[in-house]
């Protein structure tokens, strides 16, 4: 059975850090583009960093470029979200996601839910002001 556990999600104040961990399990991910969605309390879920299988393609979503960055140790199976100068508003459910794999792009990146294949069940992150 495929798997993706997310961890490191917590309480932390404005300006803090948080670093993501995705475990995968079931199945190797290393030709699956890896991303990471987030979720505020009615709001919509939105993307927030995706790594493709290739190496060092990565892509950032506008609201958090500069401040978040995404990376995947293919060897251990994981994928990490680093967060930096948090701000209350990245307050949400973040979720790890991968593709369904083997998937070849084109000049684009997936960016929408519905590109993503497996999900994990979520990490709460709460940013205090």
């Known amino acids: 059975q495929v798997y993706l556990a997310e961890s490191g999600g917590g309480l932390v104040q404005a300006g803090g850090s948080l670093r993501l961990a995705c475990a995968t399990s079931g199945r190797s991910f290393d030709r699956h583009d890896m991303g990471w969605f987030r979720q505020a309390p009615g709001k919509e879920r939105e993307f927030v960093a995706r790594?493709?299988?290739?190496?060092?393609?990565?892509n950032i979503a506008d609201s958090v470029k500069g401040r978040f960055s995404i990376s995947r140790d293919h060897d251990r199976g994981m994928c990490y979200l680093q967060m930096d100068n948090l701000e209350p508003q990245d307050t949400a459910v973040y979720y790890c996601a991968a593709d369904r794999g083997d998937i070849y792009y084109f000049g684009r990146y997936p960016s929408r839910s519905f590109e993503y294949t497996y999900w994990g069940q979520g990490t709460q992150v709460t940013v205090s002001a």
């Open positions: 790594i493709g299988w290739e190496v060092g393609r990565t």
